[in-house]
């Protein structure tokens, strides 16, 4: 090697090399083309940047790639090398060589021409390209080996890349190991890797390739975006690259959570409660919140389960994050997989052709609320247990798992210990649901916190038109004491709503609230002025009767599931209702007119009641 070319490559190798991408590349690329052109000896001859980054150093026709990419500055090069003649090729390369290099010259004046005529054709290309900038998708543009070669405002924007020239050049897979990108997909690859791969050496389109985007250097959530790849062919067929269009789906899976999920809207501040047992469970709640153990929030039907697992995700670290609830009690056994796992396009007939999204995605970084959790079917357990235990999910149709960090709240109203040694609900998964168990008192348990709940009631559920909140009568608020309230604090609010609505003053009396205490009490109090006398007991007399059999009914069934309480206590209204119209039918000597009257309801509805229930009356 001789002097010149020696104290060259030592000066270039004290610096660090860096990738040659963008319009380095292409220079590279024409430089390389034209040397072999060339008929001319090539003793020295180095491509460089004006700036000094050095592309490529041949000497003698032998390229040294340990060069490549590492910077001398023109200063420290003339310094250094004074001999090496500069040959311009544009304003941004050079060609350095030793005085009366032949081959130097003709290779400039060659590189010259290309780079001036690419740079013309750029120009007018870069004003249609500019014009990709509007457009609201990210598109980008790649050549046969994966290079990118042109991207719009919108790609760097959802790649959160910064420096918008750096990825010209490079590799798909050089740009998200620079970037720190993972693209997760739902489905395997042909290939094995990203699938425009596959489109390179298939040559067919790909369409909606849902991808979730992670990014694992800057830390920003993870997002849902769907691809499609077209394939650019050459006039006989061959693929020289591709075009995709990358369409952002995070919108989809925010009015997703609109519509599927809840936004956790209540905190501990909301639970109405006074009692011990109510304040010692909001206390073991608060603690529970701070972890990211699953919760099991058990219950009567209508003590507020909702309210504790929304106040949970709001106390807890994952506030900031969704909160999606399910009704696991609302979908057949069929639909259930794919409302939690979600699904890829054409998983099963009737299936969108854009897949769907599942609760745990929705849900990720966030909290997903499993309400009646044990009406779940049992074969199914199985697979909602593996994705608590590994914190992945898979799509129905896909085979590629999706780590998801997602924090569950179950709530039941059903015994699930019992349920377990009947063999309806399995102990692995009742184990891994209830690390942490939150009970919540029934009304009838916490007496105390009754009028307190009332009052709260009656101003939320007050008319806008109205001055003010319905008031309870001293003697109602003693029927609302006796009450068993089964349905607890729904039945309360429901009860209420009906009775300001009836009341005719701002008071609620006693009469009015007793015949809300249950619809059908509407129609079985015969509660008039007119009464006969002794009638007024009688009536009193069958309300006693059937609190205190409602009450004996609450005891006996206890926490049984709703359906054979609400079963029994029809029965026992369909019971009074029926010795309520015969004795008022018997009082009236089978008048139905003046019964009707009696009973408070049409002589229509009577009608009605008769025909339906076939009685002998």
Not at 38 to 45: A, M, N, Q, R
Not at 97 to 124: D, H, R, V, W
Not at 450 to 473: C, F, M, T, V, W
Not at 575 to 587: A, P, V
Request: neutral net charge; contains cysteine.
């Amino acid at each position: 090697m001789t002097k010149i070319a020696l104290k060259f490559k030592e000066a270039v190798l004290q610096s660090t090399p860096i990738l040659i991408c963008g319009q380095n590349q292409l220079a590279y690329d024409l430089f390389k083309v034209f040397v072999k052109q060339t008929k001319h000896s090539l003793p020295l001859i180095v491509l460089t940047t004006t700036g000094g980054r050095v592309l490529s150093f041949l000497h003698n026709g032998v390229e040294d790639e340990t060069l490549s990419g590492r910077f001398i500055l023109p200063e420290e090069r003339k310094k250094i090398c004074p001999e090496l003649t500069e040959f311009k090729c544009s304003e941004e390369f050079l060609l350095l060589s030793e005085p009366n290099n032949p081959a130097a010259a003709e290779i400039q004046s060659l590189m010259s021409g290309a780079l001036a005529s690419i740079a013309t054709n750029e120009q007018q290309n870069a004003k249609i390209l500019k014009s990709l900038d509007v457009v609201g998708n990210a598109i980008s543009v790649y050549d046969e080996e994966a290079r990118l070669l042109f991207a719009n405002r919108r790609f760097y924007d959802d790649f959160h890349i910064r420096v918008k020239e750096k990825p010209i050049g490079m590799k798909i897979t050089d740009i998200t190991e620079e970037f720190g990108l993972n693209f997760r997909s739902f489905e395997k690859t042909s290939s094995g890797r990203f699938k425009m791969f596959d489109v390179l050496a298939e040559g067919k389109e790909a369409l909606d390739w849902e991808i979730r985007l992670e990014f694992t250097k800057s830390g920003e959530p993870s997002r849902l975006v769907s691809n499609d790849m077209y394939p650019i062919k050459d006039e006989n067929g061959r693929v020289k690259g591709l075009v995709e269009i990358t369409r952002s789906r995070q919108q989809d899976v925010k009015t997703a959570r609109k519509i599927v999920g809840l936004s956790a809207d209540y905190t501990f501040d909301d639970i109405i409660g006074s009692s011990r047992k109510m304040q010692q469970q909001i206390h073991v709640a608060k603690e529970y919140a701070k972890s990211s153990f699953s919760v099991l929030i058990t219950g009567e039907s209508g003590v507020g389960k909702e309210l504790f697992a929304q106040s949970i995700h709001n106390y807890s670290p994952r506030r900031k994050g969704p909160f999606i609830a399910i009704n696991c009690a609302n979908f057949p056994e069929n639909l259930i997989e794919s409302e939690l796992f979600g699904y890829v396009a054409g998983a099963f007939t009737g299936a969108s052709k854009n897949g769907n999204i599942g609760k745990f995605e929705l849900a990720n970084h966030g909290t997903l609320f499993l309400d009646e959790i044990g009406e779940l079917p049992y074969h199914f357990q199985s697979k909602l247990l593996r994705v608590l235990e590994t914190m992945t999910v898979t799509r129905i149709g896909s085979n590629q798992s999706l780590p998801v960090d997602v924090r569950i709240v179950a709530a039941t109203n059903r015994d699930l210990r019992q349920m377990v040694k009947d063999g309806f609900f399995r102990d692995d998964l009742y184990f891994r649901l209830g690390v942490l168990n939150v009970d919540i008192p029934p009304l009838r348990n916490r007496k105390e916190d009754l009028l307190l709940l009332a009052e709260a009631l009656l101003a939320q559920g007050k008319d806008p038109a109205s001055s003010g909140a319905k008031k309870l009568s001293e003697a109602s608020k003693k029927v609302l004491e006796a009450h068993a309230w089964p349905g607890n604090v729904r039945e309360l609010r429901n009860v209420l709503n009906r009775a300001s609505i009836l009341a005719g003053s701002d008071t609620i009396s006693e009469e009015t609230l007793r015949r809300c205490i249950d619809p059908s009490q509407l129609a079985l109090e015969p509660i008039m002025e007119d009464v006969p006398e002794g009638a007024e007991n009688t009536a009193e007399l069958f309300y006693k009767v059937y609190q205190e059999y409602l009450n004996s009914i609450v005891q006996e069934i206890g926490d049984d599931d709703d359906s054979r309480l609400s079963k029994r206590i029809h029965e026992t209204q369909q019971t009074l209702m029926e010795i309520l119209i015969r004795k008022t039918l018997e009082h009236t000597e089978g008048n139905k007119k003046r019964a009707a009257e009696l009973l408070m309801i049409s002589r229509k509805t009577l009608y009605n009641i008769l025909n339906r229930e076939s009685w002998d009356v």
